[in-house]
């Protein structure tokens, strides 16, 4: 049974950082989406454990880094210069395909999510 484990979220003032964690149960193409109550799940970053290569949504881009441990089998999403439209209930997601890596629904695992406030 694949395990997804989200941690690190909060609220925090718009300027700020924050890092969220996503331990997993296994090492697959994986990637952060995110949720803001009444909108679609959108993507955000997703991750090749294979080959390192990174991708991300045009509106993190420069400030979201994404980053996986392979001894932790832990995927990282560190967060900066946060916005208050980046606050959404974020989630951890593995075994998506990297062709459709931007997709949801090409995800077949996902975490329980964790919320992300930026608020002053």
């Known amino acids: 049974q694949v395990q997804l484990v989200e941690s690190g979220g909060g609220l925090v003032q718009p300027g700020a950082s924050l890092r969220l964690s996503c331990a997993a149960s296994v090492r697959t193409f994986m990637g952060w989406f995110r949720q803001a109550p009444g909108k679609e799940r959108e993507f955000v970053a997703a991750?090749?454990?294979?080959?390192?290569?990174?991708y991300y949504a045009d509106s993190v881009k420069g400030r979201f880094t994404i980053s996986g441990d392979n001894a932790e089998n832990t995927m990282y999403l560190q967060m900066n210069s946060l916005k208050p439209e980046d606050t959404a209930v974020y989630y951890c997601a593995a075994g998506g395909n990297p062709i459709y890596y931007s997709n949801f629904r090409r995800y077949g695992y996902w975490g329980q999510g964790t919320q992300v406030t930026v608020s002053s």
């Open positions: 991750i090749s454990w294979s080959t390192l290569t990174t």
